[in-house]
């Protein structure tokens, strides 16, 4: 599975993006998806994720009403809806795809795409 995002920028506080993470090699249903983000000096923080086949979406606390994530399964495609954004959002974001395989769990990055919120 490979995995590659777009859709980062620079955005004035209140703004907001949309962010697109398309997969080729495999069907994305088949796998938990998610998306991380990671401020300089920061570990990487998980901000939403929907369990593979769709049934159950998650967020982090600090996006929840902001942010939400989706999948086009005809599409191949998770995306990123980011609303109100702060400054305290300003990150590289990054698409994630988890699978149990034969070793434990098997996980696919994208290579990060830049959100940076200021005004």
């Known amino acids: 599975l490979q995995l590659r995002e777009s859709g980062g920028g620079l955005v004035q506080p209140g703004g907001s993006l949309r962010l697109s993470c398309a997969a080729s090699?495999?069907?994305?249903?088949?796998?938990?998806t998610g998306w991380f983000r990671q401020a300089p000096g920061k570990e990487r923080e998980a901000v939403a994720g929907?369990?593979?086949?769709?049934?159950?979406?998650n967020y982090a606390d600090s996006v929840k009403g902001r942010f939400t994530t989706s999948r086009d399964n005809a599409k191949n495609t998770m995306y990123l809806q980011m609303n109100s954004l702060n400054p305290e959002d300003t990150a590289v974001y990054y698409c994630?795809?988890?699978?149990?395989?034969?070793?434990?769990?098997?996980?696919?990055w994208g290579q990060g795409t830049q959100v940076t919120v200021s005004s």
């Open positions: 090699g495999s069907t994305m249903d088949e796998y938990a």
């Open positions: 994630n795809a988890a699978a149990a395989c034969w070793y434990g769990i098997c996980n696919y």
């Open positions: 929907v369990s593979s086949g769709g049934r159950t979406t």
